[in-house]
């Protein structure tokens, strides 16, 4: 079966655009996952959405990151008015139910650049 | 608190040898302990996991060692290959996964 699949791979775009990043999780999973990893560092929580239930916003850094899941399918990630410290490598993680002690699925992330 | 702190930052080790990757946390509330490896250009894949009722847990060549009174664990690479060389990251859950910073492994042929 295919895996959690991530679209663009690869984003550039100038200082002050909005970018969308896609992710289609897994068949059948409810949980969704967004971290960024910069370069040299681990893995940093985003958001979580779990079937219907308000999503974990913990994560974002600021009020010009957003996230959005669709008929609790795929879900989009929307940077508005982009900073160089947005440069990151964005990657998406579903599991089969709710909890993190389920194992969690990586995309291979989309690489942003921002100009 | 919420931290995984990791090391060493890489590693270089001879084909056929040990690595050994160290993490420490400082939450004990925290009550889940996997291990992730991801080579470059693809997304982490979860390697192994342990809970702090377990000190070690082995799964073929990869083994998990953990100590709850030091708040620390470790994965040991037994007799390793080329094809291990990838960042592996350490996490830790607390509500959320915690990751650690990662370790670059060399593995030298």
């Known amino acids: 079966g295919a895996g959690v699949s991530q679209s663009p791979s690869n984003k550039v775009t100038e200082k002050g655009k909005d970018v969308e990043l896609r992710c289609d999780p897994i068949?059948?999973?409810?949980?969704l996952y967004w971290y960024r990893q910069s370069l040299g560092q681990g893995l940093e929580f985003l958001i979580y959405?779990?079937?219907?239930?308000?999503?974990?916003k913990s994560g974002l850094p600021s009020d010009r990151f957003s996230a959005e899941r669709t008929g609790g399918s795929v879900s989009t990630l929307t940077i508005q008015r982009t900073q160089q410290e947005d440069s990151a490598v964005y990657l998406c993680a579903s599991s089969l139910e709710d909890g993190f002690n389920q194992p969690q699925h990586f995309g291979d992330g989309t690489r942003l650049s921002i100009l | 608190q919420q931290q995984v702190k990791q090391s060493p930052q890489s590693l270089i080790v001879q084909k056929g040898g040990i690595s050994i990757i160290n993490c420490a946390y400082e939450n004990t509330a925290f009550d889940y302990f996997p291990w992730y490896q991801q080579f470059p250009g693809k997304g982490p894949a979860l390697l192994i996991a342990i809970r702090p009722d377990v000190s070690e847990k082995k799964e073929g060549r990869f083994t998990i060692s953990f100590n709850k009174s030091a708040k620390q664990f470790s994965l040991h690479i037994m007799d390793s290959q080329p094809g291990d060389s990838a960042t592996y990251f350490c996490?830790?859950?607390?509500?959320?996964?915690?990751f650690g910073q990662g370790t670059e492994l060399s593995v030298k042929p």
């Open positions: 068949s059948g999973h409810t949980a």
């Open positions: 959405f779990q079937g219907n239930s308000a999503p974990d």
């Open positions: 996490a830790a859950r607390g509500g959320k996964l915690i």
